[in-house]
């Protein structure tokens, strides 16, 4: 907005000089009021509000303010008390006619100090600044800093640090722009506390010289480095783009600036230049100067003459000639607002009634102006905040959205969808859980926003994001429930150690262990939510290592005794955890006799333990067995299996208890290699990987496509010959 007016607001009947307050306001108990101040039918296609009466007169709107379909105003009404802040909603495109009135705060700028007389407080006149998120900023009569409230977001105040004159020069999102007149300083604020800087816990963001400026996004444009140039700081990364010529071969340094998604409005008022930047195609759109003031999405709205407001409608961008026309007529206009964010024009006529004044000016498309979302998701047993969160604010409104989340595979794993809104900005969480109560994989999900714009045309990808879920759902070789797969290692003396790839030492677990026990990292079998350990030992004993959720284990003299759930196991030379083959959710065991090269199911079960073995196939002598997990992304687990020959075969489960025909994966391959082990996801994509280690004692990780096969063989680590086994 502009610099040049650097007057201080002062209260209209003293001369008292107002301190730094600005707030954006939140609901905190929204009450409707009667219908009667339900909008009036108009002739012209305009809404007209009467805000109520104060008095026995019409009650007067002191301040209006317009954006992303909500109408805020602040005055007297009946039956509060003492100047309140109201708020309308209008439909999310076309329409005008506004909900119910809402009252949003009451003793509204009558906080100051004012000792024995009100007076400056009942007088005071801030200008509202929509944010487009369903709340005002506004300098408030206090010396608290800036404020800003209203919606769903909390109520928001900076205390900047100063306690000069300070004066709001533009405001929009999070960001608030404060001019201290005092200290020549321009005072950039975040409403968002977690963007303040680590400096000031004031929520300072950025400090410069006063100039014109005005915030979109995290872009702050200003006046560039030579005349006739502008250029944008991004206020979360701290860099400055390259000037924008806007202006060639004149001396005009904008002393206004106004920023709306693709256009830029710039004015000299001194050289009596002005004109529009289009940044979709980089070109200008020259306009009369000192006529317009207010832009909107496409358009240019002037200061009333005699009563007249008019529209410049350059929504076609760069090299298409502008159209003009009158948007209203009446004999006294006094308050009047754009809404930047989509929307429409409204303004206060003689009779004090708020008119809004439908623009009919093509919008442009919707986006995500900035997004705040949950990045990790902990469902684990006592976590402060197991619920995940989004806050987007758009463009314009949405008449309704639709949030997917995805596991790695790209299987949806929720679907949530909603019209709720807040102005231009939208809100939604999620409990972690699939469509059918479920909780949802304990690995990365990927989202996707999409809304539809109301206007007949397409639905809109808008943003998108991941979130890593930790504490879900069980998913191959996760034990401490992080969404990585863990890998484990057995020393000579029985030292085991656990694995996270990029780890080449490990972190050593537990020692004591008989260095013949055969691990078997296999999933939670006894229903506590955490993966568990079976042990066979050389005696032909199966037990289970009841898992703590954090990937370690301790042999039986350091811990509780292990559970036994079998015996006889020696009679199986492989012993393998594909997942779940059952589709029950819980993991199951594969086992292959030695005598006959059968291969058995043995199913888990409720109570803990497995059932009786049945029988999925013959002839699998001569096979390396590996566990692979959901490989092929069906939901089902899998076995790998390379015969005598170096063919790597996978065997993709159906989720009944038996396995599909094989499928090549590799031909003559693994020569070399002494261990192989279907480790889970170790790279971080939710898809499993494949590790091995040849016989020089080289780690080798195969990386998982998500679609039944892996990637070249990539050493990431030697040294591992030490190791007396890998699992």
């Known amino acids: ?157 900076l205390s900047l640090g100063h306690w000069g004159p300070d004066l709001v020069a533009d405001a929009a999102g999070q960001y608030v722009v404060v001019n201290n007149l005092e200290e020549r300083r321009q005072l950039i604020g975040s409403f968002d506390a977690e963007d303040a800087s ?65 256009w830029l409005f710039w004015q000299c008022d001194e050289e009596a230049r002005a004109g529009v930047w289009d940044h979709r195609k980089a070109a200008g759109i020259p306009v009369e100067a000192k006529r317009w003031s207010r832009l909107g999405d496409g358009f240019l709205v002037g200061d009333p003459t ?30 009047w607002t754009v809404d930047k964010y989509g929307g429409h024009v409204a303004y206060v006529d003689e009779e004090s009634r708020i008119r809004i004044v439908p623009v009919d000016v093509e919008r ?85 926003l999409i809304v539809d714009p109301g206007d007949g045309g397409p639905h809109q990808y808008v943003s998108k994001g991941t979130t890593r879920v930790v504490g879900g759902r069980s998913v191959h070789r996760d034990a401490d429930g992080d969404g990585l797969g863990e890998y484990y290692a057995m020393t000579a003396g029985g030292k085991l150690s656990v694995h996270h790839l990029g780890t080449t030492t490990g972190t050593y677990v537990s020692q004591g ?12 079998i006894d229903g506590d939510g955490c993966d568990d350990m079976l042990l066979k030992s050389a005696d032909g004993l199966l037990r289970r290592a009841t898992g703590k959720c954090d990937g370690h284990y301790t042999p039986v003299n350091h811990a509780t005794p292990h559970v036994q759930i079998g015996k006889g196991w020696n009679a199986f030379d492989a012993v393998v955890a594909p997942g779940d083959l059952t589709g029950d959710g819980r ?22 333990t497995l059932d009786a073995a049945v029988r999925v196939g013959t002839g699998w002598k001569g096979y390396r067995l590996i566990g692979a997990g959901d490989i092929d992304g069906d939901g089902n687990g899998d076995l790998l299996a390379r015969d005598g020959s170096g063919e790597l075969w996978r065997y993709s489960g159906t989720g009944t208890g038996t396995l599909k025909p094989r499928v090549l994966v590799f031909r ?60």
């Open 1 to 157: 907005m502009t610099a040049r007016k650097e007057t201080s607001r002062r209260k209209r009947r003293t001369g008292w000089i107002l301190g730094p307050a600005v707030t954006a306001l939140a609901v905190t108990g929204l009450a409707p009021v009667p219908a009667a101040t339900a909008a009036e039918p108009s002739p012209s296609g305009e809404a007209v509000i009467t805000l109520g009466t104060y008095g026995g007169r019409t009650a007067k709107p002191e301040q209006i303010a317009l954006g992303g379909g909500r109408l805020t105003v602040a005055g007297w009404a009946e039956p509060v008390e003492g100047r309140a802040l109201y708020e309308y909603d209008l439909p999310a495109h076309g329409g005008v006619e506004p909900g119910p009135r809402r009252l949003v705060q009451t003793n509204f700028w009558m906080n100051y100090p004012c000792g024995d007389s009100h007076e400056m407080c009942n007088d005071f006149d801030s200008r509202l600044w929509a944010l487009g998120d369903g709340r005002v900023a506004y300098h408030a009569p206090d010396r608290g800093g800036p404020h800003a409230s209203g919606g769903q977001v909390p109520s928001s105040r």
């Open 513 to 524: 262990w008989d260095p013949a026990t055969r691990f078997i990292p296999f999933g939670d």
């Open 587 to 608: 993991p199951d065991l594969l086992a292959r006799q030695t005598t006959t090269g059968y291969l058995f199911l043995y199913r888990s079960n409720a109570s803990g």
């Open 364 to 448: 442009s498309p919707v986006t995500a102006i900035d997004a705040r979302t949950t990045t990790t998701l902990d469902l684990r047993p006592g976590a402060k905040t197991p619920v995940w969160s989004g806050h987007w604010r758009l463009s314009r409104p949405a008449a309704a959205w639709t949030l997917i989340f995805r596991d790695g595979h790209g299987n949806v794993a929720r679907k949530l969808t909603g019209t709720a809104r807040d102005g231009a900005a939208i809100r939604a969480t999620w409990d972690g859980r699939t469509a059918d109560g479920r909780l949802a994989a304990g690995r990365p999900h990927t989202w996707d």
């Open 668 to 727: 003559d391959w693994g020569a070399g290699r002494t261990d192989l082990i279907g480790v889970g996801d170790v790279t971080g994509d939710s898809l499993p990987d494949l590790l091995s280690r040849d016989s020089s004692g080289k780690l080798l990780r195969n990386k998982g496509n998500g679609k039944g096969s892996f990637g070249a063989t990539v050493t990431i680590s030697t040294g591992w010959q030490n190791y007396r086994g890998l699992y």
């Open 198 to 262: 680590q400096e000031s816990q004031d929520g300072l963001v950025h400090s410069r010289p006063i100039t014109a400026s005005s915030v979109w996004g995290d872009s702050l444009w200003q006046p560039g480095t030579a005349a006739g140039t502008v250029s944008a700081y991004d206020l979360r990364t701290r860099t400055t783009t390259p000037d924008i010529d806007v202006d060639p071969g004149s001396n005009c340094v904008p002393d206004s600036l106004q920023a709306v998604g693709r």
């Open 306 to 335: 005699e009563g007249e407001l008019r529209l410049l409608d350059f929504h076609r961008g760069a090299g298409e000639t502008p159209s003009e026309r009158v948007l209203a007529q009446r004999p006294a206009i006094s308050q």
